[in-house]
């Protein structure tokens, strides 16, 4: 039995943070859409941290993962072992380029340092670029590379950072950020531009606008990064979101649900000929090479191809888009939805529920969802996450309907 007053030694014991403090509740169970809390409340997950590609408690990651505690359960990092290797050929199988390498790290925002640091000895320059309001993680490094005035109690972050437009600022909002990245590229100092090829709030990029940046990189002599944590290993219906758009970047990180939603893992793929620094520590973590978050990576990859998983997440996403485009022509509150696959985003009319867009508007939203036992978070002022694992059936799809309209008719 789970102690109902975890939440307030929850909050006695950890230092308090945005998102995690105070917590919603206490979690005693979370199987596949499902998570249940100490008092027995059930909640379809609809963000599960972009973690749960498989489902929440996977029961073939959870095997593996026992086999391999009896096995080997630590590799140091001068050593190798099978499940790593077999990991690295397996993320260098999905290369849609040339001859790849692969660097693990233990989280999303480690890895995005690790490609950071392959380009700039790579290029022998140390500037970065990247798009205003992106998210890439919590280190001094991929921290600063999200906003442009972090809060400034946090102090000083890497020297060097620039920021352009988003493409999802106004309709004009491709093109300015084209015209900022050919500016800032021209000076040649920048060693990488690093974005998430698909926005983690659910924007989808323009035609033709990262093919632009593909070109403006390689004629500047920029590396160019996609951070497909929240966005790869299938989530939008391809492999890697990046192959919705026609380009390869340079290097590609991947995270968060690589480890099958149990253990952290991150990984940094691209370019062969990026290897050209055998004498540094790029990625020097004590766990680099971790036997047991290899094996759940390993097995989470080949659980995706086996069932057929990517395409399923296309399939799932077209029926939510039918799904929301229903609701929302029987209620008017509800827009629509936007992203791809299962990356999505429902969309609301503030104005018809007598609101602004804003701050209040989306957190309203939320625990209204929350009301509809919906567990989610806000995608921007007026939309919530729609977020579902690759293992979604299309039973499960429909109770999730059923609950956002009820949510919309609430509101």
Not at 344 to 354: K, N, P, Q, S, T
């Amino acid at each position: 039995m789970v102690d109902p007053a975890l939440p307030a030694r929850d909050a006695a014991a950890f230092f308090h943070q945005q998102g995690s403090t105070p917590a919603l509740a206490a979690l005693r169970a979370a199987r596949g859409i499902w998570l249940e809390d100490s008092e027995g409340r059930r909640l379809i997950d609809l963000h599960g941290n972009t973690a749960h590609h498989l489902g929440h408690g996977h029961p073939e990651i959870a095997a593996a993962v026992a086999e391999q505690l009896d096995r080997l359960a630590f590799s140091p990092r001068r050593f190798t072992n099978e499940p790593a290797v077999l990991l690295a050929e397996a993320l260098q199988g999905h290369w849609p380029g040339g001859p790849a390498r692969v660097l693990f790290a233990t989280g999303g925002s480690d890895a995005v340092e690790i490609a950071l640091k392959l380009a700039r000895v790579a290029t022998g320059r140390s500037e970065t670029l990247s798009l205003e309001g992106a998210y890439h993680g919590h280190g001094f490094g991929a921290f600063g590379l999200s906003s442009a005035t972090p809060d400034p109690r946090l102090g000083a972050f890497l020297p060097g950072r620039h920021h352009v437009t988003p493409y999802w600022a106004g309709e004009d909002g491709a093109a300015r950020m084209l015209e900022q990245i050919e500016d800032r590229l021209a000076t040649r100092r920048v060693a990488a531009l690093i974005a998430e090829p698909l926005r983690s709030n659910c924007h989808v990029p323009p035609p033709g606008a990262w093919p632009a940046v593909r070109a403006l990189c390689d004629a500047h002599g920029t590396k160019l990064i996609f951070d497909e944590i929240p966005s790869g290993l299938g989530k939008t219906g391809r492999f890697f979101a990046f192959e919705h758009f026609g380009v390869v970047p340079d290097l590609v990180v991947l995270g968060k649900a690589l480890g099958g939603g149990m253990l952290p893992i991150a990984a940094v793929i691209g370019d062969a000929g990026l290897d050209v620094a055998p004498e540094l520590e790029l990625g020097h973590y004590t766990h680099e090479k971790n036997p047991l978050t290899a094996r759940a990576a390993l097995t989470t990859l080949q659980v995706i191809a086996r069932d057929g998983l990517v395409a399923r997440a296309a399939e799932a996403g077209r029926q939510l888009h039918d799904g929301v485009a229903a609701i929302a022509a029987r209620v008017p509150v509800l827009r629509g939805v936007r992203g791809l696959g299962l990356l999505l985003a429902v969309e609301f009319d503030a104005g018809r529920c007598g609101q602004a867009p804003g701050t209040h508007f989306a957190d309203h939203l939320v625990a209204s969802a929350f009301a509809q036992g919906l567990s989610t978070t806000a995608k921007g002022d007026d939309a919530i996450g729609l977020s579902l694992p690759l293992t979604v059936t299309s039973e499960e799809i429909a109770e999730v309907l059923a609950r956002i309209e009820a949510m919309a008719r609430a509101l």
